[in-house]
C-alpha cells in the first residue's frame, strides 16, 4: 500500500536502501528511516503544532524506538516523546528525548512507579483508576515531585481496540479530578482517549470518534467546576492537516507516530506535506518450486485497510522500476514469519541475496527486526547511523565483538 508512496515520492530512499543492502551495510529483515525525511516531518508538524497552540509529542514504537529517530525528531522540533510503555520510555530518554507522556496506552505498573517518577520524570502521566492514580501520586512525592496527572475517561458509545479499554465514566470527572488534586504528589492536569480520529474506509477521509465528543463534554464540565488550564489529549491517526480539526474541539496535545514517518492511512491515499520516511527491507534467501522466499522478522502489516496484494520491489541492484515488483505471500499474523514468498511465475525473476523493499506501516516494537537509521540521502550522501533493536538498542552487526 506505501510502496506506491515511496516509489513516487522518495525513490532515492529506496535506491539508497537497497544499495547499502547490497553493499553490505544494512542487515536483511531491517526498517529502513530516512533521517532527513524524518526532520523534515517533525518540523512540519512542530510547526503546525506551533500554530495552534499545541504540544506534539512523538510516538516512537513503530520504528523500535531508534535512536537516530528520535534525534531527527528532536532536531525537527519534537523533543518529548509519548512512550508506549515503560521500555519505551527508557529508549527515549536513553536516545536523548524528555517523556512528555506516560501510561496511555500501557499503565505503569505497581512496581515500576518509582522509576519512572524519580528517573523518567513523564511531564504527563495516565491513569485509568483511581488505584493507579495513588501509586503515581506517591511516587512522585517519594521523588519530591509533584506529577501532572491526565485521566482516560470513556463514555457509552466510545471507541476502543480490543484489549486497549479502560478509563473512568466521564461523568464521573469532576469528582475524581477532585480526588487526584487532594493527593500528595499529583496535580489534575487533564483528561485523554483513544482513539480521537480513525480512518474511515467508506469516504476516505480522517473522522473523529464519539470519543472526542466525550473529551469536549467532559472539558466543558471541568470548566463549570472552576478547574482552568485543562489538557486535552487527543492521538490517534495523526498528521499535520488533521491538528487544526483537534484544536477546534479543545485538544491541546497530539502524538503524531506514522505521521512522523509519513504513514498513515491518509499519506496512502493523498499527498500531505509530511514525507514517507520508512520503509522494510529483506533480502531473497532461495528458491522453492515457484516462488522465491525472502527473510521475515517484521513482516507486519498493520491492518488499516482491507487486504490488498502485497508487493514489493526484488532486485539485484538498486531499482524503483515497476517492472521490478511482484506480488509477495505474507504469513498471517498468527503464524511465525520467517519468511515471506515471492511469486516467481511473472516478470521478475528473483535470485538468491537480492534486495526486497516493502513498503507498509509497521510495528517494529511487536517484532524481531533491526532498525536502522540512514543519513544523508536527501544530499546523494547516503550514510548508516546506527542499527539498533527494537528496544533502541545499538547492534553490533556485523561484527559480533
Given at each position: 500500500m506505501f510502496l506506491d508512496l515511496l516509489r513516487r515520492r522518495n525513490p532515492k530512499f529506496i535506491e539508497a536502501a537497497m544499495a547499502l543492502h547490497q553493499e553490505g551495510k544494512i542487515p536483511a529483515n531491517a526498517y529502513v528511516l530516512d533521517l532527513d525525511a524524518v526532520e523534515h516531518n517533525a518540523k512540519t508538524l512542530r510547526a503546525e503544532g506551533d500554530k495552534l497552540g499545541m504540544k506534539v509529542f512523538a510516538m516512537?514504537?513503530?520504528?523500535?524506538?531508534?535512536?537516530?529517530?528520535?534525534?531527527?525528531?528532536?532536531?525537527?522540533?519534537?523533543?518529548?516523546?509519548?512512550?508506549?510503555?515503560?521500555?519505551?520510555?527508557?529508549?527515549?530518554?536513553?536516545?536523548?528525548m524528555d517523556i512528555g507522556h506516560i501510561g496511555h496506552l500501557v499503565q505503569v505498573p505497581k512496581f515500576e512507579a518509582d522509576m519512572v517518577a524519580s528517573y523518567l520524570q513523564p511531564h504527563y502521566w495516565t491513569v485509568f483508576?483511581?488505584?493507579?492514580?495513588?501509586?503515581?501520586?506517591?511516587?512522585?512525592?517519594?521523588?519530591?515531585?509533584q506529577q501532572d496527572i491526565l485521566v482516560r475517561i470513556k463514555s457509552d458509545g466510545d471507541v476502543f481496540y480490543k484489549g486497549h479499554e479502560g478509563g473512568i465514566k466521564a461523568s464521573d470527572i469532576v469528582e475524581f479530578a477532585h480526588k487526584v488534586d487532594a493527593m500528595d504528589g499529583a496535580r489534575f492536569a487533564g483528561i485523554t482517549t483513544f482513539p480521537a480520529l480513525l480512518f474511515d474506509q467508506d469516504t476516505h477521509e480522517v473522522q473523529p470518534t464519539p470519543n472526542l465528543t466525550t473529551l469536549e463534554n467532559a472539558a466543558a464540565a471541568l470548566i463549570d467546576a472552576g478547574f482552568t488550564d485543562?489538557?486535552?489529549?487527543?492521538?490517534?491517526?495523526?498528521?499535520?492537516?488533521?491538528?487544526?480539526?483537534?484544536?477546534?474541539?479543545?485538544?491541546?496535545?497530539?502524538?503524531?507516530?506514522?505521521?512522523?514517518?509519513?504513514?498513515?492511512?491518509?499519506?496512502?491515499?493523498?499527498?500531505?506535506?509530511e514525507l514517507p520516511a520508512v520503509l522494510y527491507l529483506s533480502e531473497v534467501s532461495h528458491l522453492h518450486e515457484d516462488k522465491a522466499y525472502c527473510f521475515g522478522g517484521g513482516l507486519y502489516i498493520d491492518p488499516v485497510f482491507p487486504d490488498y496484494d502485497v508487493k514489493a520491489l526484488v532486485g539485484g541492484a538498486p531499482t524503483v522500476d515497476e517492472k521490478a515488483l511482484a506480488s509477495v505471500d505474507i504469513p498471517p499474523t498468527s503464524a511465525i514469519d520467517y519468511y515471506g514468498m515471492i511469486d516467481c511465475t511473472g516478470s521478475v525473476q528473483p535470485q538468491s541475496g537480492d534486495s526486497?523493499?516493502?513498503?507498509?506501516?509497521?510495528?517494529?516494537?511487536?517484532?524481531?527486526a533491526y532498525t536502522v537509521g540512514v543519513s544523508?540521502?536527501?544530499?546523494?550522501?547516503?550514510?548508516?547511523?546506527t542499527i539498533e533493536n527494537i528496544f533502541g538498542q545499538a547492534e553490533n552487526w556485523p561484527n559480533l565483538r
Open positions: 516512537t514504537k513503530q520504528v523500535g524506538r531508534n535512536s537516530a529517530f528520535c534525534q531527527a525528531s528532536v532536531r525537527g522540533g519534537v523533543n518529548q516523546a509519548v512512550a508506549v510503555d515503560v521500555a519505551c520510555a527508557v529508549a527515549c530518554k536513553r536516545a536523548g483508576s483511581l488505584e493507579k492514580a495513588q501509586e503515581a501520586a506517591a511516587a512522585a512525592h517519594k521523588a519530591g515531585r485543562i489538557e486535552i489529549n487527543a492521538p490517534g491517526t495523526t498528521s499535520s492537516v488533521v491538528l487544526e480539526a483537534l484544536a477546534k474541539a479543545g485538544a491541546t496535545q497530539c502524538e503524531p507516530g506514522n505521521g512522523l514517518h509519513g504513514t498513515t492511512p491518509l499519506h496512502a491515499i493523498k499527498d500531505l506535506p526486497v523493499v516493502f513498503g507498509f506501516r509497521g510495528q517494529a516494537f511487536v517484532k524481531r544523508g540521502i536527501s544530499t546523494g550522501n547516503p550514510k548508516v547511523e
